[in-house]
């Protein structure tokens, strides 16, 4: 059965970096398309970053494209989140999840098979 297990979640500061990984179980990272989402107490989950199998095409909500990279490494069957210049309202809990289609757009983004999450925390 296909199981992700997020890490790296902390405390940080305005302007930190942190990395996010995400090991998966069950299948190979490169035969799956996955996401990254993060979920506000109160607000809808919400995804901000999908990665395609196979050709590693990556996409990004536009809060933060320029700031987060996602990558994946197949030996490891990780994928990461590398998030730079750490903002407050960067604070959530983070996921990551197969998403259902296809990583096509950020705004069709719908999880399956959730993670336990990650807490990341930005004080300013």
């Known amino acids: 059965q296909l199981q992700f297990v997020e890490s790296g979640g902390a405390s940080v500061q305005s302007g930190a970096s942190l990395r996010l990984s995400c090991v998966a179980s069950?299948?190979?990272?490169?035969?799956?398309?996955i996401g990254w989402f993060r979920q506000v107490p109160g607000k809808e989950r919400e995804g901000i970053s999908c990665?395609?199998?196979?050709?590693?095409?990556?996409i990004y909500a536009d809060s933060v494209k320029g700031r987060f990279t996602m990558s994946r490494d197949n030996a490891r069957n990780t994928v990461y989140l590398n998030m730079d210049s750490l903002e407050p309202e960067d604070t959530a809990v983070y996921f990551c999840?197969?998403?259902?289609?296809?990583?096509?757009?950020?705004?069709?983004?719908?999880?399956?098979?959730w993670g336990p999450g990650t807490q990341v925390t930005v004080t300013s």
């Open positions: 069950g299948s190979a990272v490169n035969d799956l398309y």
């Open positions: 999840a197969l998403d259902r289609n296809y990583c096509l757009t950020i705004k069709t983004m719908v999880g399956k098979n």
């Open positions: 990665i395609d199998k196979g050709n590693r095409d990556t």
